[in-house]
């Protein structure tokens, strides 16, 4: 620790990166619709890996709904989501393309 000249204690991380954790940490998700790029039973193992949960359904602990390319109009999952959002919930949809940039992203859990 070192002290600034405000008087302040300063404390350096040996590490500053442990201290982040995936957005998918301890977060319950949801798919909707195929996915184009890879099975749901892969993207679910890429979830788990990152510290997320996986649901079937969509409930009020749901965080994530991620939305496959390949669906045919809105689902019943989506709109369930969209039901529980407009309550003041907080549950992100987002886009296939988005859910691959996340599960990209190096995590440290």
């Not at 809105?74 to 599960?103: C, H, M, N």
Request: proline share 2%; aromatic share 8%; glycine share 6%.
């Amino acid at each position: 620790m070192d002290k600034n000249k405000d008087n302040f204690e300063v404390i350096y991380l040996s590490d500053p990166s442990e201290c982040m954790m995936h957005p998918f940490y301890n977060k319950q998700i949801v798919f909707t619709g195929a996915l184009s790029t890879m099975i749901r039973s892969e993207a679910a193992k890429k979830v788990r890996a990152c510290g997320g949960i996986i649901q079937g359904a969509v409930t009020k602990e749901t965080d994530f709904v991620i939305l496959g390319k390949n669906r045919r109009g809105i689902s019943t999952k989506q709109l369930k989501a969209e039901q529980l959002i407009s309550l003041g919930l907080d549950i992100q949809i987002i886009v296939e393309d988005d859910f691959i940039w996340l599960i990209s992203m190096q995590h440290n859990t």
